[in-house]
């Protein structure tokens, strides 16, 4: 197999995941990867040899979705689904770190795409704010203002669920 055909291959796990994190639908994060996969392979010559194909990649699929996004908001379908219990954690947990990241992972979902594709793009998959605005197709400052507002989100959904569920309900 060709080198950069086993590069891109190799990048598939971190694409699910990327996928999965903007979609939270299995099948529709399947899709976009293929997609993703698809439109790589028939423009192999546009990546540079040598490099990395992860920030190529993250770049086609981030166009797609967006392509998406837009095909969907004017057909004025819903867009996101929310996530079935198995697809979040694949082995079930009592311990409270579990019930911690569940928390933390159902509160990325709630917020805005936007938000969520920055905050995935620099902290989960670990690229630089340069290169994170740059595959987004963003000013390396609207992407430091979706990051901030998105943890400002993040941290109020949090501090509410803990609030919750820290009452208690008394029945008479």
Same mark, same amino acid.
């Given at each position: ?87 979040? %954690?694949?082995? *079930?947990?009592?311990?409270?770190? #579990?019930?911690? @990241? /569940?928390?933390?992972? $159902? ?28 595959? %987004?197709?963003? *000013?390396?400052?609207?992407?430091? #203002?979706?990051? @901030? /507002?998105?943890?400002? $989100? ?19």
């Amino acid at each position: 197999m060709d080198d950069r055909k086993a590069a891109i291959l190799g990048e598939i796990p971190r694409l699910r995941r990327y996928a999965r994190a903007l979609l939270r639908n299995r099948d529709s994060a399947d899709d976009l990867v293929q997609d993703c996969l698809e439109r790589a392979l028939a423009r192999l010559d546009n990546w540079q040899t040598g490099e990395s194909p992860r920030k190529w990649l993250f770049t086609i699929m981030h166009h797609l979705f967006i392509d998406q996004m837009r095909k969907v908001s004017r057909r004025g379908e819903m867009a996101m689904l929310p996530l079935d219990g198995d697809e979040a %954690l694949t082995v *079930p947990s009592i311990q409270v770190e #579990s019930i911690a @990241s /569940r928390e933390i992972l $159902d509160a990325l979902q709630a917020i805005a795409p936007e938000r969520r594709a920055a905050i995935v793009t620099v902290a989960i998959e670990g690229f630089s704010y340069a290169e994170a605005a740059n595959i %987004l197709g963003i *000013p390396a400052g609207t992407l430091m #203002s979706r990051i @901030s /507002r998105g943890r400002e $989100d993040l941290r109020a959904l949090l501090d509410d669920r803990a609030r919750r569920r820290s009452l208690k309900v008394v029945e008479k």
